[in-house]
């Protein structure tokens, strides 16, 4: 059987027990860098066959893979950080599964994307997930431009290199969208920011922008202001460390 198995975005405490005892019991890992899956296996005090499975080596992969599958091994799936097929290689190779009827699991567990929609504060139903941002140009300002259309909270991956020449894209855009910018979620340093472009990227020019960014915002600027839609003052940018 294959067995996908999220791991943490963070916080390595976020480890689920049943994640634990496949990760001691199974018989090949696939990571998407074998570096990181190592350091985890380390910290569990587990040894294990590691094979790199990346984007670009995905489908040359996948015939050896399901040939361990067919043989009885029972292999997981594991990426950097986070649920695999999230932004990360897996679904090639969940098509392939189903292709050859091979079993497999999912178990449940961290995504940067869940836990930064709701630290946002903003509607989290319906929600539009788009992955990273495209890098820079006319295809980002045509993505934020379709996040303006469909009128929905919108979350992304994005770069820290590219947060502050992404955020003056958004000031053109939509400039009065209501903005939260999570940032190192579950880390020492985790942080939401929150208020409009222009508010966020006053902040991110005051200070270096390091770690793991998350992209969540709304076209509506009433979308923070539900509970009292007559009430006009300023919504200010807060700051959560933990």
């Known amino acids: 059987m294959l067995s996908i198995l999220p791991t943490p975005i963070g916080n390595l405490g976020d480890l689920s027990h049943r994640v634990e005892a496949i990760l001691g019991s199974c018989d ?8 990181r899956a190592e350091q985890l296996l380390s910290h569990l005090g587990v040894r294990k066959k590691t094979v790199s499975f990346q984007e670009y080596n995905e489908e040359q992969r996948l015939p050896f893979i399901i040939q361990e599958l067919h043989a009885g091994k029972e292999v997981v799936l594991l990426t950097d950080a986070g649920t695999p097929s999230i932004s990360d290689p897996g679904f090639r190779l969940v098509r392939a599964c189903l292709d050859e009827k091979i079993s497999y699991t999912v178990f449940p567990g961290p995504s940067a994307v869940t836990t930064a929609l709701v630290g946002s504060g903003l509607p989290p139903v319906p929600f539009y997930f788009g992955g990273f941002l495209p890098n820079s ?16 909270t919108s979350v992304y991956f994005e770069s820290p290199h590219r947060l502050v020449s992404c955020l003056k894209d958004f000031i053109v855009i939509i400039p009065q969208a209501r903005f939260c910018v999570a940032r190192e979620l579950s880390k020492k340093f985790e942080e939401y920011v929150h208020g409009t472009p222009q508010e966020i990227l006053d902040y991110f020019t005051q200070k270096s922008v390091k770690g793991e960014i998350t992209l969540v915002f709304h076209p509506s ?3 923070l202001k539900q509970k009292n839609e007559h009430h006009s003052e300023k919504i200010p940018i807060l700051r959560n460390l933990a």
């Not at 140009?137 to 929905?152: C, D």
């Open 28 to 35: 090949l890992v696939l990571a998407e860098d074998t570096r």
């Open 137 to 152: 140009g006319s295809k980002r300002r045509g993505e934020i431009k379709k996040a303006l259309e469909r009128g929905v």
């Open 221 to 223: 600027p009433t979308s």
